[in-house]
């Protein structure tokens, strides 16, 4: 599986932006799909998933509610939808893909990061 994340930009604080991720393959369906991030300095972190049959999700603590991940298997696509963007939420976002039930951890696949800048 190849991921392509996309959408990624520079906003406001208190702003919205939609990331895009695009999978290639036949295949897509069958993946969990998870959302990472990873600001200037800090460790990657996880932000949210969501299943492949289910499409069930959760999402770290940090981001619940501000934060929604959706899929459309026609299109091999998942989305993040952020709203309420905080400037702590600037950092380089990464979608990635497993096999199996959406976990934070385990993912075989990663797409190359969309950078998304929150400005106070």
């Known amino acids: 599986v190849q991921l392509q994340a996309s959408g990624g930009g520079l906003v406001q604080a208190g702003g919205s932006l939609r990331l895009s991720c695009a999978a290639s393959g036949r295949t897509f369906s069958s993946y969990s799909m998870g959302w990472f991030r990873q600001a200037p300095g800090k460790e990657r972190e996880f932000v949210g998933a969501i299943g492949s049959s289910t499409g069930s999700t959760y999402y770290a603590d940090s981001v619940k509610g501000r934060l929604t991940i959706s899929r459309d298997n026609a299109k091999n696509t998942v989305y993040l939808q952020m709203s309420s963007l905080k400037p702590e939420d600037t950092a380089v976002y990464y979608c990635?893909?497993?096999?199996?039930?959406?976990?934070?951890?385990?993912?075989?696949?990663w797409g190359q990061g969309t950078q998304v800048t929150v400005s106070s």
């Open positions: 990635a893909a497993r096999r199996g039930l959406a976990s934070a951890v385990h993912y075989d696949y």
